[in-house]
């Protein structure tokens, strides 16, 4: 069944039911206005020719002043020169051989690193709260009705040119604590006017971003919602919420729905909130690699378009799990296919290389999955041919690698970003 092909509710097909999840690939040409680069162009052939049935890209920014890593690509009306025919060269390339590529579209909110030097916002003025790691954040600007309303026309203006570049679709962020997700979130959002309190206040952004989006462009390209589950916090984002916001979802001429959870605060992405034991029997590995599978099954009852369970698929058998177990779920597989590009082809064949990043004892439990992340990102710069791919590259030496990376790419952008904050202040 994961090869079948599955019909969405905008008339297209997706060959199969492997999603490349997104993943943040911190590959952009920096100095080129965070366009893609040739190595993302060559990284991306590489997953499309791997056989998945749609392709989400790692998330696009859509403010050049709001970046959640100087790595990240940027759509942006006022991001300065830019190629389109890198980003349509990339997404060509990408769908050659019969993949759908999505672009997931996204503004970081107050999840911004201090050492970048713009200014974060919010929805309040909430700080991030990462123990001994909250110093990397600053304190957030709680959002004007002014700043809200251009965020919302951000999103808009990067669907359509989404469309014009040859996209098939976007994927709007609203998980990880990222800004849809910080207002959806009580923690996050203290707000008392119309963007807080009641969760139809809290919905308000998401529901006005896909109002603004689908308006913005045909009714064949896709648009989609990832969301959290859970925030995984005490008084946090819950799976009422969930399924209140899917039953309005349901009238909104949405695509599909992709389940994550947890955000910078408590990582339930990286599979942090999952108690492992050595223990455990195939069957039980098989399920707790399914991180947000039990979330995804509830949605799938209240949910009239196809839902995407992401999160730890790395084994064929997991791969089964989820498509055997509804006609109308997709598995998006992120760490796994970022490791090895071609695994669903691999899987069709009959083969199961299961996989996965190398353990760590080294580093402290708060930077464990920033480590795992780095791992993936050093295998994914080799496919896009900067370095030599090693699946189990040692997380400490790929930790180290990312943060020198990281560091010159922040300095690269702070160089043109400085004169966007000059040029926004005399406006």
């Not at 905008?10 to 993943?23: E, H, L, P």
């Not at 946090?236 to 979802?249: K, P, R």
């Not at 180290?400 to 005399?426: F, S």
Request: hydrophobic share 40%.
């Amino acid at each position: 069944m994961a090869f079948n092909p599955i019909p969405l509710p905008n008339g297209s097909t997706i060959k199969n039911r492997i999603v490349k999840a997104a993943m943040e690939e911190s590959m952009a040409d920096v100095e080129h206005h965070c366009q893609p680069s040739e190595a993302m162009v060559k990284l991306y052939d590489a997953w499309g020719a791997g056989g998945s049935g749609l392709i989400l890209s790692g998330h696009v920014m859509i403010d050049p002043l709001a970046m959640a890593l100087a790595g990240d690509t940027l759509l942006a009306e006022d991001a300065g020169p830019q190629d389109d025919q890198v980003w349509r060269r990339l997404i060509t390339k990408t769908k050659a051989h019969g993949a759908q590529f999505w672009l997931q579209i996204n503004h970081p909110g107050r999840q911004v690193k201090k050492q970048a030097g713009i200014e974060a916002y919010g929805p309040s003025d909430v700080q991030v709260k990462m123990g001994r790691l909250s110093a990397l954040f600053g304190k957030p600007i709680a959002m004007s009705e002014e700043k809200i309303q251009d965020i919302i026309h951000r999103f808009a203006y990067a669907a359509r040119k989404a469309e014009e570049l040859g996209a098939d679709g976007v994927e709007v962020h609203a998980a990880h604590g990222y800004l849809i997700s910080a207002f959806l979130s009580p923690l996050a959002n203290v707000r008392t006017d119309r963007w807080g309190g009641s969760r139809e206040n809290r919905a308000r952004l998401l529901f006005d971003v896909l109002k603004a989006v689908r308006a913005n462009v045909s009714p064949a390209f896709g648009v989609a919602v990832k969301i959290n589950s859970s925030d995984f916090q005490k008084g946090g984002f819950d799976s009422e919420d969930l399924l209140w916001i899917v039953e309005q979802l349901n009238t909104m001429h949405i695509d599909f729905i992709e389940i994550s959870g947890g955000n910078y605060e408590s990582p339930a992405m990286a599979g942090s909130h999952m108690v492992m034991d050595e223990k455990t029997t195939q069957s039980s590995t098989t399920i707790r690699e399914m991180y947000f599978f039990e979330a995804a099954k509830q949605v799938e009852q209240v949910a009239t378009m196809p839902v995407v369970v992401t999160g730890g698929i790395r084994k064929r058998a997991t791969l089964d799990a989820v498509v055997t177990s509804s006609d109308r779920l997709l598995a998006g597989v992120g760490t796994a296919i970022g490791l090895i590009p071609d695994l669903p082809n691999r899987w069709q064949r009959g083969e199961d290389p299961s996989p996965s990043t190398s353990p760590t004892w080294v580093l402290p439990k708060m930077l464990v999955s920033i480590a795992s992340i780095a791992a993936v990102h050093w295998n994914m710069a080799a496919t896009g041919g900067q370095g030599r791919g090693w699946q189990g590259v040692w997380p400490l030496i790929a930790f180290g690698w990312d943060q020198i990376r990281d560091a010159k790419q922040t300095k690269q952008y702070q160089r043109w970003a400085k004169g966007l904050v000059e040029t926004r202040a005399k406006l």
